[in-house]
């Protein structure tokens, strides 16, 4: 019997336009509600930016996992997160800055998310479309806070030959270049599975209770949390082969299809 549904939202959840079917969605979250069953958003995205996107209406009684699953978030309040010390955070970063000076480094700690000064005008538009919260500086240095999580947003697309630069760290960090322009980097041992983990033991709902959803390569630990796995039509090849089950791609709803024709087939436990 399936509690709990976590689908990642870029690519998998929101169509290519960064929308969801508000309508048809509120239909699927009443048939959640009425068989018991809690949503998740596990995604990149900033807690705050997650909350706006759903709108008042839908956020207030979903689980968000956030800032690439580094945080858990429910109605307004932080339950957990796991942060990357500053000090190996800013060698990262300076890592970072080495390998290339026109890509965009997001740094983000439990208050806001930072980029520099000279980040162009369309990445900074593409940064707010993922945080809420963001903070312009000059040097990266002074930030004093640990890190929720450091990304690079690349729009020449060189990320898989960029995370391979930072194989130094893998004993400090969890890094994945989730596609060609994104690069994730957590605290060790911390990714989408390890989170949807905490958020099982924290709800008391099994392996063989939970529905995922994914199409990236930063979904791979996502897909591994559920019996019921999903892999999005316009996912990976990778996701693919390792998912359960494929639905429909991420513009034609692939998510809500799949919830409502499976738990169309859930006995009503009220």
């Known amino acids: 019997m399936i509690k709990l549904v976590i689908s990642d939202l870029d690519g998998t959840f929101l169509n290519s336009q960064g929308e969801f079917n508000r309508e048809r969605f509120g239909k699927v979250k009443e048939l959640m509600k009425s068989k018991g069953v809690i949503f998740t958003a596990c995604t990149g995205k900033q807690g705050e930016r997650v909350e706006e996107l759903f709108g008042a209406e839908y956020a207030k009684d979903i689980w968000i996992l956030g800032d690439s699953a580094t945080r858990i978030k429910y109605n307004g309040e932080y339950v957990y997160e796991s942060l990357l010390g500053n000090e190996v955070g800013l060698e990262i970063i300076t890592k970072l800055e080495e390998i290339e000076d026109d890509h965009t480094v997001i740094a983000c700690t439990p208050t806001t998310a930072f980029i520099k000064d000279t980040t162009p005008e369309a990445s900074i538009k593409r940064v707010r479309g993922s945080y809420t919260n963001v903070e312009i500086l000059s040097d990266y240095q002074t930030i ?16 898989y030959e960029s995370v391979k630069h930072l194989d130094p760290f893998n004993a400090a960090a ?35 209770e939970t529905m995922v959803f994914g199409d990236g390569y930063n979904d791979r630990e996502l ?8 892999a999005m039509r316009n996912a990976f ?18 998510v809500l299809l799949a919830v409502e024709e499976f738990l169309a087939l859930q006995a009503n436990i009220n």
């Open 144 to 159: 004093a806070e640990d890190f929720v999580k450091i990304t690079v947003y690349d729009p020449k697309l060189r990320c």
């Open 174 to 208: 969890f890094i994945v270049a989730s596609e060609a322009a994104w690069i994730d980097i957590a605290n060790k041992g911390v990714h989408k599975g390890s989170t949807v983990q905490k958020l099982q033991e924290i709800l008391n709902i099994s392996y063989e």
């Open 223 to 230: 897909l591994a949390s559920g019996k019921y796995s999903f």
């Open 237 to 254: 090849e990778e996701l693919k082969e390792i998912a359960n089950y494929i639905t429909r791609s991420n513009d034609e709803e692939g």
